[in-house]
């Protein structure tokens, strides 16, 4: 009888220490160290637990101007989520650069699924290193966001697979429509890189586009990626006598097509793929990417008090205003950041997972999100043109 009585109050003291060690003590539970000015939500991931988190961006090579940007607003919400979120969540990144290529980006991911032992994967920067990653990240049941990867059919690889990036699908047909809404466009010209994932999705979209709305298609030039003598391409177009240029093309490329395109006299509006949404376009072309049309989702002039505070912290942290690539980035870890919250663990995921695609209204810099139920955003893009050396909204 006496055993009894000390026997079970020894165990459930036991038991509670257990939990309190673990991390599992029911949300809110007050402790030194784990209040916030803002209670966590019922389930939510507590008392200082730390999600590992991977990056896979394009660090070196001719497209780094892309990942070093995504890297910026990735390491920039980091360190607001972690001072935001103390008590309640750290996040602990491990970065892999994959130079831009899909053999690296897949080596890139084994090692963060099997050694680094992530929750979650931020990246890759390119829709064809999507391609080769997303299949690995889906069967290994790790949840994989891309925040740039804007080819048709990212997150139709599989339920793991997820995208704030806005697609191609969306921005191309909202920058062409309003190209011929401002200007007389009747006749175009389609200018792409044939041998990556991207663009060809790119201009099966402007193609598609413009049938759709009655334009006629003079002429469809090719090149190869890293191509950077275009005279012949743009010559034949110049023959064909177009209204409007559609370009698919990263940034370097598409940068060498704009300033060798008006050196030709080829001074037409060009409305560009998501690969021009960079400042990289206009430091590349010059005054030669003037009247470029793209669509977006970001737009730094936005008078909105979250889009203002994260361009000043971002101007103060690097020196410059931040592009799309860092908009969005820096948006898909406060995603992943409120899933991890929402799901109660900072280590599981499959509830990682279910958490994820559970998002709705999420309110970022790049404007309000949802997922639908393949794992693509659902948000509007706003369609921008470059004035003076500035993308400014096309009104």
Same mark, same amino acid.
Do not use: C, H
């Given at each position: 009888m006496n055993q009894r009585r000390w026997f079970t109050p020894l165990v459930v003291a036991l038991l509670v220490l257990t939990l309190a060690a673990c991390g599992s003590l029911p949300a809110g539970t007050d402790n030194a160290k784990g209040t916030s000015d803002t209670a966590a939500p019922v389930g939510s991931a507590t008392n200082g637990q730390t999600a590992k988190v991977g990056l896979i961006a394009y660090l070196t090579g001719n497209g780094a101007a892309y990942g070093e940007a995504i890297m910026s607003g990735i390491k920039l919400a980091q360190e607001e989520l972690n001072e935001k979120n103390k008590g309640a969540l750290q996040i602990e990144l491990a970065v892999e650069d994959s130079v831009g290529k899909r053999d690296q980006a897949l080596n890139a991911a084994q090692k963060l699924?099997?050694?680094?032992? +992530? +929750?979650?994967?931020?990246? #890759?920067?390119t829709s064809s290193e999507m391609f080769v990653v997303g299949p690995v990240a889906n069967r290994s049941g790790v949840p994989i966001l891309g925040t740039s990867t804007v080819a048709e059919g990212i997150p139709e690889i599989g339920e793991y697979v997820f995208r704030n990036a806005l697609p191609e699908s969306l921005a191309v047909p909202a920058a062409i429509k309003k190209a011929v809404e401002k200007i007389p466009i009747k006749k175009v010209a389609i200018i792409y890189a044939y041998d990556d994932d991207?663009?060809?999705?790119?201009? %099966?979209?402007?193609?598609?586009?413009?049938? %759709?709305? =009655?334009?006629?298609?003079?002429?469809?030039?090719? &090149?190869?990626?890293? /191509?950077? *003598?275009?005279?012949?391409?743009?010559?034949?177009?110049?023959?064909?006598?177009? /209204?409007?240029?559609f370009a698919s093309c990263f940034y370097k490329e598409g940068g060498l097509?704009?300033?060798?395109?008006?050196?030709? =006299?080829?001074?037409? #509006?060009?409305? =560009?793929? /998501?690969?021009?949404?960079? #400042?990289?376009?206009?430091a590349q072309a010059g005054k030669a990417s003037e009247g470029v049309i793209v669509?977006? #989702?970001?737009?730094?002039?936005? *008078?909105?008090?979250?889009?203002?505070?994260?361009?000043?912290?971002?101007?103060?942290? &690097?020196? !410059? !205003?931040? *592009?799309?690539?860092?908009?969005?980035? &820096?948006?898909?870890? &406060?995603?992943?950041?409120?899933?991890?919250?929402?799901?109660?663990?900072?280590? *599981?995921r499959a509830k990682m997972r279910d958490a994820l695609a559970a998002i709705k209204d999420f309110n970022g810099v790049t404007g309000k999100l949802s997922f639908d139920e393949v794992g693509n955003p659902i948000m509007n893009p706003v369609v921008l043109t470059i004035r003076d050396g500035k993308f400014v909204e096309l009104k």
């Open positions: 699924i099997n050694s680094e032992k +992530v +929750v979650a994967i931020i990246g #890759p920067t991207f663009t060809k999705s790119g201009f %099966e979209t402007m193609k598609a586009t413009a049938e %759709e709305l =009655g334009l006629e298609i003079v002429r469809v030039e090719k &090149y190869a990626s890293g /191509d950077s *003598d275009f005279s012949a391409q743009l010559t034949n177009i110049q023959a064909a006598k177009p /209204d409007a240029i097509i704009l300033d060798q395109a008006r050196k030709l =006299g080829l001074n037409l #509006p060009v409305v =560009g793929g /998501d690969g021009f949404n960079s #400042p990289q376009i206009i669509a977006s #989702p970001w737009f730094p002039e936005l *008078d909105e008090p979250m889009v203002q505070a994260f361009v000043q912290n971002f101007e103060t942290r &690097y020196g !410059k !205003k931040p *592009d799309q690539f860092a908009a969005s980035a &820096y948006d898909g870890l &406060y995603i992943l950041s409120q899933a991890l919250l929402n799901s109660g663990a900072a280590d *599981d």
